[in-house]
Every structure is written in C-alpha cells, then in structure tokens.
C-alpha cells in the first residue's frame, strides 16, 4: 500500500485538471456541511452531547494543550503506520469507533463504514445497536478485521448470546463498554424528543436474537403492534445498572476473544479491568455524550498508561479530529485511537465513499505530521515527542 501521505499528491495533481475535492477536508468543514445536509435530528444525534457540551469542547481543547516538538534531518522518508493491537493487524492505529443507529445518516449504514475501513485495511468496531445485524456487517467484509462492542444488557442470557454470536461470525474482540448503563442527559435530543430506538432504528442485534426473540409474545416483524411490543422490551434490557466487575469474569466462560474494557477514565478502574482478566481498556468519555464536566479523555490517557504499567495496550476515544492528534495520543503512550464524529459526517454526505475519504484525510494527514515531526514510525514515538504548554 502507498504510503497514506501520498494522498496529497493525488489530490495537486488531479487539480491540475481543474478536480478539487467534493467532501470537506477538515473535521470541523465536515461537521459544518452535515449540518447543512443531514434533517436535524439525525445531527442532533450525532453531534450532540451531555448537558452543555463542555466535556465535547474539552476533548479537543485537550490535545491543543500539547505540541508536537520536530526532530529534523532524521531520514524519514519511508514510513511504516502498521501495527497490531490484541492479535488484529491494522495498516495503521487508527479504528473506526462503535457508534449506533447508523441507518438514520445513511442507508448503507453500518455495511459501508465496514467496507471503508477494509478498504484500507483498518478496523471496524461495530456497535450493538447497529442497524445491521453483527453477521450481515461481518458478510459485507468477511476477510476484514473487526471487533464487536457490547453493551451488556439487563439479561445475561442476551449478553451471553451476543457475544456467542460475534465470535462464531469472525469478529476478534469484544469492547465492552461500561460508561452507559443508562443513556446521559441530551439536550439536543430531548428538544426534538428524538430517540432513534424507540423507532426501532438501530435494535437490529437484538431483534434478531434468539434470547431476545422469546421474550417476544409475537415475532417484531409480523405487525406494526408486534414492533411497537419489541421496542417496549428493548427499553427494558438495554443497560445494566447493577453490573459490576465481578461480572466481567463471565465474559471469558462465553468467548475466547480478548476483551477490551472501554469507558476508563481512572487509574484505579484501569487497575480494577486488569484484575478482573480485561486484555485491553480503552480511555474514554464517551464523546462527551454521557458526564458533562468529566476530564477529557486525554487528559485521563498518562495516568491510565502508567497504572496498567505496560500489562496491557491502552487505546483512547473522544476528541480524534487531525493526523497530529493521532501522533499526541500516542506519543502519551496510546496503542491506536478510535475515530467516530468526522466519518459519521463523511457517512452522511456520501456513504462509504465518505468514509474512506475522511479516514484517507486522516491517515493523510497523520502520515505526514508522523515524517515531518522526525519519526517513521510509532514505536520511535514517547513523551520526549512532545511538550505541555506552558510546561517547562
């Protein structure tokens, strides 16, 4: 594969045939065009956070508290992006984030964000409440790598069947995530009172589970009241509030995939998922979307690397908009980052196309950064990579 920054000659050199590009190169220019595009509680959806947002805000005023300090003259000319996190090779450390009810920002849904990042030999981590069920995505690219996000519902025996049911159709991890047991407070949606699964949009996994289908009193597709019912019994699984880390132990009884932890933001619940047999954990806040007032993601990474002390990989999520964000996460000692908001927007403007375009800018744009900052891969990267501001 050419090397991802190559993407900026491709685009010079077609502009000299008058071709510019059609889609926003930038985070916030994607963002600005949804808005102009998509119906306005489908970007409610996607762009809206907890409260009053500022936990949205601090995840990405986190990483302009860093900077990037460039080495020179280092022979940087061949790059290698690859790496693998938990047994999954990847062309580079970037993961596409679990984010639900994708059939209201574009019919392919789910199936063309899993197309997009096979096509660059990313990983995919669908979520439970895709639009698509977990085999039809896993068909869609059968060879790609992806792993399978769950969020553990009030029935065990659901939980259990799901996990059965994404280790036999090839995914190659379960990312549980542990920060939404109940939905955060919405402003945006509350406004427009929109709910995407109460319109069952984006309960797909559990309509077609065999433990949750025999709660049901007739199958959801026979009527419109047989749907509405379904709905019902979805409100009343989704979410476990009194799951603990105990719990976790069950997850290696129904599957032999490794289990990352995601939604750790302190030291001590890092320590508590090693001790309770988690592979990985991933630092996040959700995108904001759950604890307004909660630290930025980035700012809880340094503390979460030196507790697990190297036993683990750690992975961050929230706040990834630029290929010098993706170079700060790891230069603080994440493995790979998960991207989700900017592919959404890509998503909505142009399907799969638009996703590929956005995850192409960002490894573009990472590729480059990566080279110009001195280094030629991940493993040169540590915190002599970079500076707090206003930190001597």
Known sequence: MAPFGDLVNEIYLRGLTGQRPDLPMTADGLQ??????????????????????????????????????????????????????????????????????????????????????????????????SSITLEDVAA?????????????????????SLVRRAEAAGYRAIVVTVDTWSLGWRPRDLQLAHLPFLRAQGIANYLSDPVFRARLSAPPEESAQAMERAVRTWVELFGNPVLGWSDLSLLHEWTRLPVLIKGICHPDDARAAL????????????????????????????????????????????????????????????????????????????????????LRALLGDFDLTLALAGYTGMSELGVHSVVREGVS
């Open 275 to 358: 001790d309770h047999g988690a592979d990985a954990v991933v630092v996040s806040n959700h995108g904001g979307r759950q604890v307004d007032g909660a630290r930025a993601a980035l700012d809880c990474l340094p503390e979460v690397v030196a507790a697990v002390g190297g036993q683990v990989p750690v992975l961050l999520d929230s706040g990834i908009r630029c290929g010098a964000d993706v170079l700060i996460a790891l230069a603080l000692g994440a493995r790979a980052v998960l991207l989700g908001r900017p592919w959404v927007y890509g998503l909505g403007l142009a399907g799969q196309r638009g996703v590929e375009h956005v």
């Open 32 to 129: 600005a065009a949804a808005q102009a595009a998509l119906p306005v509680e489908v970007f409610s959806y996607v762009a809206g956070g907890a409260s009053t947002e500022r936990t949205v805000t601090a995840n990405q005023e986190a990483f302009a508290r860093w900077r990037i300090v460039p080495r020179m003259l280092r022979r940087v000319t061949e790059r290698d992006l690859s790496t693998s996190v938990l047994g999954t090779p990847m062309t580079a450390p970037v993961l596409t984030a679990p984010i639900g009810a994708l059939g209201l920002v574009h019919p392919d849904a789910d199936l063309a964000v899993t197309r997009a990042a096979a096509a660059l030999g990313l990983t995919s981590v669908l979520s439970t409440v």
């Open 140 to 160: 869609a690219a059968p060879e790609a790598p992806r792993w399978f996000q769950l969020y553990w519902p009030r029935e065990v025996g659901l939980a259990e």
